[in-house]
């Protein structure tokens, strides 16, 4: 398993399965879509999964069921392909067992970063069909903003700061401070600043617009090639 759809990231995110899904990822990526369950298995997850205890493999294992990630048979868990439980998902991620160490970090880069790379996609399709305009190279970073993480992961606001903390310390994203410097203001507009006027604010005597930080990504990403139908003949 080397790419993982950015909605399944998502919805594991959303609920709070992250330590579960580390075991899916594992196994989606070390058998053939099937395992039986043992005890050499057990140790096999426990020691690639950092899991501490047995008890806490088997509500993992329970989590994976309720998603449907995995199913259960005589003996014998059944595991869900990314492209059953996410069909119509476009891009994906790339992941491996060396982001195990760091997992929770890389799940929050991932899905931060993509989001710095759907802006990005976008912006380039508005300069794409703008006709008019002459082309520009894209920037590295685009501006996420927490109110951003918080709408598409349903986090709370210091839980969404402590992610994208988590994934620029671990080297999935860097954070690029977006607050502007604005000049040639007028006195009227700089007393009224000095007041206090919401997005705006004062350092060292000179007036800031305060705009979201900006992420650059360092994950990849890739987008599905979609199949096309063949056309009926005769």
């Known amino acids: 398993m080397k790419w993982i759809p950015i909605e399944l990231i998502q919805e594991v995110i959303k609920k709070k399965k992250e330590k579960a899904f580390k075991v899916y990822v594992l196994m989606?990526?070390?058998t053939d879509g099937y395992f039986k369950r043992s005890e050499e298995v057990f140790a096999f997850i426990m020691n690639k999964c950092s899991i501490k205890t047995k008890k806490t493999l088997e509500s993992y294992f329970e989590d994976l069921l309720q998603l449907g990630y995995?199913?259960?048979?005589?003996?014998?868990?059944?595991?869900?392909?990314?492209?059953?439980?996410?069909?119509?998902?476009?891009?994906?991620v790339e992941v491996?067992?060396?982001?195990?160490?760091?997992?929770?970090?890389?799940m929050a880069?991932?899905?931060?970063?993509?989001?710095?790379?759907?802006?990005?996609?976008?912006?380039?399709?508005?300069?794409?069909?703008?006709?008019?305009?002459?082309?520009?190279?894209?920037?590295?970073?685009?501006?996420?903003?927490?109110?951003?993480?918080?709408?598409?992961?349903?986090?709370k606001q210091y839980k969404s700061h402590k992610y994208r903390i988590l994934a620029e310390n671990n080297g999935f994203i860097k954070l690029v401070k977006g607050n502007c410097e604005l000049t040639n203001l007028k006195s009227g507009f700089y007393?009224?600043?000095?007041?206090?006027?919401?997005?705006y604010f004062?350092?060292?005597?000179?007036?800031?617009?305060r705009l979201p930080d900006e992420v650059i990504p360092y994950l990849t990403y890739k987008r599905k090639k979609q199949r096309k139908k063949a056309k009926h003949k005769g």
């Open 109 to 155: 880069g991932a899905f931060i970063g993509w989001l710095a790379k759907h802006q990005r996609i976008k912006e380039g399709a508005v300069r794409r069909f703008n006709v008019g305009t002459s082309y520009q190279k894209l920037p590295h970073s685009f501006p996420v903003s927490i109110a951003s993480i918080m709408k598409t992961l349903g986090l």
């Open 96 to 106: 491996s067992e060396m982001y195990f160490e760091t997992w929770t970090s890389y």
């Open 28 to 30: 989606n990526s070390s």
């Open 202 to 209: 004062l350092k060292n005597g000179k007036v800031f617009k």
């Open 191 to 199: 007393a009224l600043t000095q007041n206090y006027l919401p997005g």
């Open 70 to 92: 995995f199913g259960y048979s005589d003996g014998i868990y059944y595991i869900r392909s990314t492209k059953k439980l996410k069909p119509k998902c476009k891009y994906h």
